[in-house]
């Protein structure tokens, strides 16, 4: 897939500019959250719920490389193949040769964050494989040549009007309809199609299972499963954080998953493969291959602070009550994980250098980390990010700050230590500050200091600058009061 | 007589120092001695959400040295707050003298309206207003501290006033710091939707108790609807009825 993230002002502006999406967040969000927190409360103590969460998905990762080795034996014991991918290159490469060496002219996907990373699709038809999307939102997107609006609803910003006409151009739609069943319908029926003749299905893996040896799908639509059973071969892309040590962990991230992701206690399909077809079984893949893609992971994951964000289980509740999300949209994060989960996710796979903006585009209202499951402290790693910066960090191939900041935070940062210094520095700044006051009320700030202040100064006023500070207006009562108290003590 | 120490932020110290002075004579009101180390600065907010860390690490240890010893330490501000109690020892975990002064001081800062609601179970402070309000919760008060029902307790006790419900008042206003200066655009559109809430809750005033939220909201309304009303939680509270009307 395409990394956009360097354009993420400019796509932001255009994405505030469509009016139809834009309504659509609004008044997506307070129905998103009611339904989530509602879901939640069907656990005895959601907060307790969500703590267990964070703490199984701490050890997961903590103790990754061991549960990665226990999985893959136990998956090589189910009678699954794995292959490790370095790299997009390698899964890519891989997963085109096994539909070379099968003769498969086309394949049929499940929605699968991981194979968007890696950019799968295009792999594939550039080797002539064609691949074809099942999810019903992937599917529109596809269609449309467009990526992915959010992680778990691709599709949520196309209006109804535009997935009519798209239909009855590219799949058959023969009357015109704003019907939403009969839309989901057309597309069943043109996919159903796709599934029936299948000799490939590829998928992601929401978890995978280290004592079993397991790989867990969750969906609604039933078509991952589809792709599952249908063909002959079987192929599940993982990234490598997606492993749990028991399938009582999965369990209970299954129940988070659901509730914090679409609000439901559970998603209409949960599949759990252990293994290909076995002897006697009447269905399933003939063979089962699992890719578990690392792609910078292993990289990063000695930072003990930054890899917090490999918890991550994409059930994108933070998507949905982030308020930066809400206004720009999806598209702007410039990659497969759009939001906050994108926010501290991508920095790490794709460098600071060109993901600068994902992680200072927030205010730190901490709304992500409010609701996460599994615990991730998003505005931390924001604030880890900018520090790397600072310190120019190479193994996270840090941006260094622009000169004139720094120069500004060494002389604040020194006056913040020293009063003296501190007040010698107001009176300084002050005159500059309030040249263009107006009945105590400033509307722009011009000359050295006036730059950093346009931001503010597009759509709100700032007080003027006390003439005198807190400091000052508490110095001077004090001396009052203390002459006071001597005049008195004289009579 | 109960006597904390007064941790006043920059912001309110530079641009809003009545209501520091608010705070003062709310503090007083309610039995309260305040006291006001004037080598304070400023807690360092900036520089540590920009990533200046190794920087920032003098003006944390000024602040601890100021403030080490007070028995409470209480300020009109919930971010400012939220740095010393959770950034501080984060920030200087690599030297544990200096972290355990900080993890010590972490216990002993409170924000306002939790000080008086929490500490001094005091709800009504003796202050009367007729008409509506409505009360915006700010991120690192409520999602930081874990503080909303402490202002709203303080606020329902105010003799005359009706606190009226506000759409989303748990949604970012669109400061934040450095946010609203490099993402002007989308800043303005979260600060749009605030205002918009606010003018449809009906309420006369729009009160909260965070400094940054206030040069926020404030400077939008001053622009866009003179005459609507965004205020400090503890100014609300200081004044008395009569001078809040005659005010504009």
């Not at chain 1, 997107?141 to 196309?158: E, Y």
């Not at chain 1, 994108?342 to 409010?370: F, I, M, W």
């Not at chain 1, 400033?442 to 807190?470: C, I, Y």
């Amino acid at each position: 897939m395409e990394i956009k993230t360097e354009q993420f002002s400019e796509v932001a502006k255009e994405g505030m500019k469509n009016a139809h999406a834009h309504a659509f967040l609004k008044l997506r969000a307070p129905l998103v959250k009611t339904r989530r927190e509602t879901a939640l409360s069907t656990f005895p103590d959601a907060a307790a719920a969500q703590a267990y969460g964070a703490v199984i998905r701490e050890e997961s990762i903590a103790r990754l490389p061991e549960l990665l080795e226990e999985f893959e034996k136990n998956a090589l014991a189910n009678g699954a193949k794995v292959f490790w991918a370095r790299n997009a290159n390698e899964a890519n490469q891989y997963i085109v040769n096994l539909a070379k060496e099968r003769g498969i002219q086309y394949v049929t996907k499940g929605k699968s964050m991981v194979t968007e990373e890696i950019g799968l699709n295009e792999a594939l038809e550039k080797n002539d494989v064609k691949a074809w999307e099942t999810d019903l939102g992937e599917f529109i997107i596809q269609l449309l040549h467009r990526p992915p609006f959010h992680i778990v609803g691709p599709a949520i910003n196309i209006a109804i009007e535009e997935v009519r006409d798209l239909f009855m151009e590219k799949i058959n739609l023969k009357e015109p309809t704003l019907d939403p069943v009969r839309l989901g319908y057309a597309a069943r029926i043109f996919l159903r199609d796709k599934f029936h003749r299948v000799d490939m299905g590829i998928t992601g893996v929401n978890i995978a299972v280290a004592e079993t040896g397991t790989i867990i799908n969750v969906e609604n639509e039933g078509n991952i499963r589809f792709a599952k059973s249908s063909p002959r071969t079987q192929v599940s892309v993982m990234s490598l954080e997606k492993v749990v040590p028991t399938l009582e962990d999965a369990l209970h991230l299954v129940r988070l998953l659901c509730r914090n992701c679409t609000g439901q206690k559970l998603s209409c399909y949960v599949s759990m493969d252990s293994g290909p077809k076995k002897g006697g079984e009447m269905d399933g893949p003939e063979e089962l291959i699992i890719v578990i893609v690392d792609n910078g992971r292993s990289k990063i994951y000695h930072d003990e602070i930054a890899r917090e964000a490999m918890r991550c289980i994409r059930c994108g509740a933070c998507l949905n009550s982030c308020p930066v999300y809400q206004q720009i949209g999806g598209y702007a994060y410039g990659w497969a994980y759009s939001g906050p989960m994108g926010q501290v996710l991508n920095p790490l796979l794709l460098g600071l250098e060109r993901t600068q903006d994902l992680y200072r585009a927030t205010t730190l209202c901490g709304s992500c980390k409010s609701i996460c499951p599994v615990g991730i402290d998003h505005p931390r790693l924001f604030l880890h990010y900018r520090a790397k910066d600072v310190s120019g960090d190479a193994a996270l191939q840090a941006k260094k700050r622009p000169v004139m900041e720094r120069i500004f935070f060494r002389l604040y940062t020194w006056a913040a230590a020293r009063r003296w210094l501190w007040n010698g520095g107001v009176r300084i700044v002050r005159p500059f500050i309030n040249k263009e006051v107006h009945q105590g009320v400033l509307s722009k700030v011009k000359g050295p200091f006036g730059g950093p202040f346009n931001g503010w100064f597009r759509s709100r006023d700032l007080p003027a600058m006390a003439e005198k500070t807190f400091h000052d207006r508490w110095k001077e009562k004090q001396k009052a009061e203390s002459r006071k108290h001597k005049t008195e003590g004289r009579r | 007589m109960e006597s904390v120490s007064l941790f006043i932020p920059c912001t309110v110290d530079l641009f809003l120092p009545h209501i520091g002075e608010a705070t003062v004579s709310l503090l007083r009101r309610v039995g309260v001695d305040p006291i006001y180390h004037q080598e304070q600065t400023c807690c360092g907010q900036p520089a540590i959400n920009a990533g200046y860390r190794e920087q920032v690490k003098k003006a944390a240890k000024h602040f601890i040295q100021v403030f080490g010893d007070d028995e409470k330490v209480v300020s009109p501000s919930g971010s400012c707050v939220g740095m010393v109690k959770f950034h501080y020892p984060e920030l200087l975990a690599e030297e544990p003298l200096w972290r355990r002064r900080a993890e010590e001081l972490s216990l002993r800062v409170f924000e306002l309206s939790q000080y008086l609601v929490d500490i001094l179970k005091v709800e009504d402070v003796g202050a009367s207003f007729e008409g509506k309000v409505a009360y915006h919760e700010s991120c690192h008060i409520l999602r930081g501290l874990g503080v909303s029902e402490q202002p709203k307790k303080l606020i329902r006790a105010v003799t005359g006033t009706q606190l009226v419900p506000l759409n989303a008042a748990d949604a970012c206003c669109g400061f934040g710091g450095e946010f609203a200066i490099h993402y002007p655009d989308i800043s303005e559109s979260m600060l749009k939707d605030k205002a918009e809430n606010y003018l449809a809750s009906g309420a006369d005033i729009l009160l909260l108790c965070e400094p940054g939220c206030l040069l926020n909201i404030g400077g939008f309304l001053n622009r866009n609807f003179p005459g609507k009303k965004v205020m400090h939680l503890a100014s609300f509270l200081a004044q008395s009825q009569e001078t809040m009307n005659n005010e504009r």
